[in-house]
C-alpha cells in the first residue's frame, strides 16, 4: 500500500519539473552554425540566467518543412536566406527575415595538404572521393555544385562525388578518411578539433552564388521575449566577434565596405 | 511515365540489394540457425544475442561503427584495401556488407526456429537408415524447413528493402549505386517535392504491406477453418 502513496508524489513531481521551466526557447540551426552558435549560446546563457536557449542543428531545408508543418522552433537560423523568406511568405514568420552572415565554401582535408589544392585539382586521379552536401536540398551543397560548374569541373569530377545530409556529415566523410576531400562551410574548417587534423583552401566566391544567410523568428516564438533578446543578442559585438573567428561575414560588413 | 528515371534507377537498385543480400544471407544464415538449432554448445547464448543485436540496435550505431571499420583505418578498410578491393563506404558493396548484418536476424531466426521444430527424430531415422549428416540435413531437414526458408527470405528482402539509417550513414547517396528508394524518398521529402515522395512512399506502402500479407495470410493455424 506504501507505493500508492507515492505515485501521486512522484506524478506532481514530473509536473512540476515540466511547468518550472517556463522561460525556454528553442533554437533551429543550420549546421555550419554549430561550433559559432554553440559558443553565441553558451555566453547568452551566462548572461541571461532567467531563461535558457537550446538549439537543435540540422539541414536547413529540414527545418524549413519542419516549420512548416508546426515544428516547435521558436528561432530559425538557415544557412540560405531563401528558406525563412519563405516561410514570412507563408505567414510563418513573428519577426523580419534579417541577414546575419556571409558563408564561405572552402576545400577541406586531413589526408593531403589542403592549403595547396585548388578545385582544378579535384581532377586528379589520385583523389578518389570527394565530399560535399547534397545539392538537391543543402545551401552548402548548391553552392559547391555551381562552383564545380563555373569551373568547368562537374562532369570531370561527378564520378568521384559524395552526397552528405548536411554540410556536417560532408565533413565527418573527410574526417574518418573515407573521402580525401570535402567541399566544407568555412565554419567548420575554422573550428579548432577539426583544423588541428587538417587544412583548408577558400574557393574563391566568385564561381558561386554568395551564401547569405537569414534568420527568423517564428510564429510560434512571437510572443516570447527571450526569442527577441537572443535575436538581439545576435547583433552585439560579442556575438559578432564570435561569427567572425568562424570566419562569417557579417552582412553590415560588407555593405561598409 | 508516372515516376522519373532517378526513381525508377532507386528502385532497381533497392531490389537489386535486397535479392543479393538474401542470398548470401541464405548461404551464411542457414548453418549459423542449423548450428544454433542443434548445438549444446555454451557459447550459444552469446552468438544468439550476437545475431539477434540488429533488431534492437540503432541504425545509427552499425551505421557509425561500419563507418570507422571499414574506413581506410578500420580494420575492414585495411583488409580490404590488402586484397586489392579498395575502399567500401559509398560503394555497393558496402551498402551489401551493411545490411548482410542488418539483416542477419530476419534470416537466422525463423530458420532457428523451423530447424527446432524438426526435433531429434527424423534425423536419427535418417542416420539409421545410412544418411551422412549433410545428406540428412538436406534431404530431410531443408524440404521439412521449406516455410521457414520462406519466411526468412521474404522477411530478410523486406526488410532489406526498408533499410535507412545505416545507408544514410555509409551510402554517401549516389544515384545508381547507394541512392536506394528510402534515401530517395527522404530526398524528395528535404526538396519538398512531395508529390514524388507520395508516390514512392505509396510504392513502397503497398509492397510492404503485401509482403505481411503474403506472410500472415499462409501461416497455418490460428482459428481460420
Redesign the interface.
Known amino acids: 500500500m506504501k507505493h500508492y502513496k507515492l505515485l501521486p508524489l512522484a506524478c506532481s513531481f514530473l509536473l512540476l519539473t515540466t511547468t518550472a521551466q517556463a522561460e525556454k526557447i528553442m533554437v533551429a540551426a543550420a549546421a555550419d552554425l554549430k561550433f559559432a552558435m554553440d559558443e553565441i549560446v553558451a555566453s547568452f546563457n551566462q548572461t541571461h540566467s532567467h531563461g535558457e536557449v537550446q538549439v537543435v542543428y540540422g539541414?536547413s531545408?529540414?527545418f524549413?518543412?519542419q516549420i512548416q508543418q508546426g515544428g516547435p522552433y521558436d528561432l530559425y537560423f538557415s544557412a540560405d536566406i531563401d528558406y525563412p523568406r519563405e516561410l514570412a511568405k507563408l505567414g510563418l514568420a513573428g519577426s523580419e527575415v534579417t541577414p546575419y552572415a556571409v558563408g564561405r565554401i572552402v576545400l577541406w582535408s586531413n589526408s593531403l595538404d589542403a592549403t595547396k589544392l585548388t578545385l582544378e585539382s579535384l581532377a586528379d586521379p589520385k583523389i578518389?572521393?570527394i565530399?560535399m552536401a547534397?545539392p538537391?536540398?543543402a545551401p552548402y551543397g548548391k553552392r559547391a555544385e555551381e562552383a564545380l560548374r563555373a569551373t568547368g569541373l562537374w562532369e570531370k569530377v561527378e564520378e568521384k562525388?559524395?552526397?552528405?545530409?548536411n554540410i556536417a556529415q560532408t565533413a565527418q566523410?573527410v574526417q574518418?578518411?573515407?573521402?580525401q576531400v570535402g567541399i566544407v562551410a568555412l565554419s567548420l574548417a575554422l573550428n579548432p578539433q577539426i583544423s588541428k587534423d587538417g587544412g583548408y583552401c577558400l574557393i574563391p566566391d566568385k564561381f558561386h552564388k554568395p551564401l547569405e544567410q537569414g534568420y527568423v523568428i517564428t510564429r510560434l516564438g512571437a510572443e516570447k521575449p527571450l526569442a527577441k533578446s537572443f535575436a538581439g543578442y545576435m547583433q552585439s559585438a560579442s556575438a559578432r566577434t564570435i561569427m567572425v573567428r568562424y570566419g562569417f561575414v557579417l552582412p553590415n560588413e560588407t555593405t561598409e565596405k | 511515365m508516372w515516376l522519373n528515371g532517378s526513381d525508377l534507377q532507386a528502385i532497381w537498385l533497392t531490389i537489386r540489394l535486397a535479392s543479393i543480400v538474401t542470398l548470401i544471407l541464405l548461404l551464411i544464415g542457414t548453418p549459423i540457425a542449423w548450428w544454433l538449432a542443434r548445438t549444446r554448445s555454451r557459447c550459444q547464448g552469446v552468438i544468439g544475442a550476437v545475431v539477434a543485436l540488429p533488431l534492437v540496435l540503432p541504425p545509427s550505431v552499425l551505421g557509425f561503427y561500419l563507418?570507422?571499420a571499414?574506413?581506410?583505418?578500420g580494420p575492414v578498410?585495411q583488409l580490404t584495401r590488402t586484397l586489392g578491393l579498395g575502399?567500401l563506404?559509398?560503394t555497393f558493396w558496402g551498402l551489401v556488407l551493411a545490411s548482410v548484418f542488418y539483416s542477419l536476424p530476419f534470416m537466422v531466426q525463423p530458420l532457428q526456429n523451423a530447424f527446432e521444430a524438426i526435433g531429434d527424430r527424423p534425423l536419427e531415422v535418417a542416420a539409421t537408415l545410412g544418411a551422412s549428416p549433410l545428406d540428412a540435413f538436406f534431404s530431410v531437414a531443408v524440404p521439412l524447413a521449406r516455410p521457414g526458408f520462406l519466411t526468412a527470405s521474404i522477411l530478410t528482402f523486406a526488410h532489406t528493402v526498408g533499410e535507412f539509417g545505416v545507408v544514410?550513414m555509409i551510402g554517401?547517396?549516389?544515384p545508381g549505386i547507394t541512392r536506394v528508394a528510402s534515401v530517395q524518398i527522404y530526398?524528395h521529402?528535404?526538396?519538398?517535392e512531395y508529390t514524388s515522395a507520395h508516390r514512392l512512399s505509396a510504392i513502397m506502402l503497398i509492397f510492404s504491406f503485401l509482403v505481411l500479407l503474403a506472410l500472415y495470410a499462409k501461416r497455418p493455424g490460428g482459428r481460420r477453418d
Do not use: C, W
Request: glycine share 16%; charged share 15%; no cysteine.
Open positions: 539541414s531545408g529540414k524549413h518543412t578518389t572521393r565530399a547534397n538537391k536540398h562525388l559524395v552526397f552528405g545530409e566523410f574518418t578518411g573515407n573521402a | 563507418l570507422l571499414m574506413g581506410p583505418q578498410g575502399a563506404p559509398f544514410l554517401g547517396n549516389i530526398d521529402v528535404e526538396a519538398m
